[in-house]
Nanobody
Framework: QVQLVESGGGLVQAGGSLRLSCAASGRTFSNYNMGWFRQAPGKEREFAASISWGSGNTYYADSVKGRFTISRDHAKNTVYLQMNSLKPEDTAVYYC???????????????WGQGTQVTVSS
């Protein structure tokens, strides 16, 4: 059974940093793209960043480019999202997801974690 378990969310002041973790288990993800999405209250879930588990190629939404960094650790089967220079508009539930196809829409991702709350105060 595939499991994606996020951790690392919390409350931080604007300008601060947080690192989210996503521990993956239940299958081999070497041919998968791993992504981070976020969903603010009353808004649709949106793409933030993705990484190819095999090649390490990364892709970012314009809203987080230059502030967020996605990475993966093969040995720990874990994907990270380092978030710097956080803004109040980054407040959302952040979800980890895994995709076996190309694409950054939610439709492309087969597996999802339960989400972790990130709150940025002004």
């Amino acid at each position: 059974q595939v499991q994606l378990v996020e951790s690392g969310g919390g409350l931080v002041q604007a300008g601060g940093s947080l690192r989210l973790s996503c521990a993956a288990s239940g299958r081999t993800f070497s041919n998968y793209n791993m992504g981070w999405f976020r969903q603010a209250p009353g808004k649709e879930r949106e793409f933030a960043a993705s990484i190819s588990w095999g090649s390490g190629n990364t892709y970012y939404a314009d809203s987080v480019k230059g502030r967020f960094t996605i990475s993966r650790d093969h040995a720990k089967n874990t994907v990270y999202l380092q978030m710097n220079s956080l803004k109040p508009e980054d407040t959302a539930v952040y979800y980890c997801a895994a995709s076996s196809v190309s694409g950054v829409g939610t439709w492309a991702f087969d597996y999802w974690g339960q989400g972790t709350q990130v709150t940025v105060s002004s």
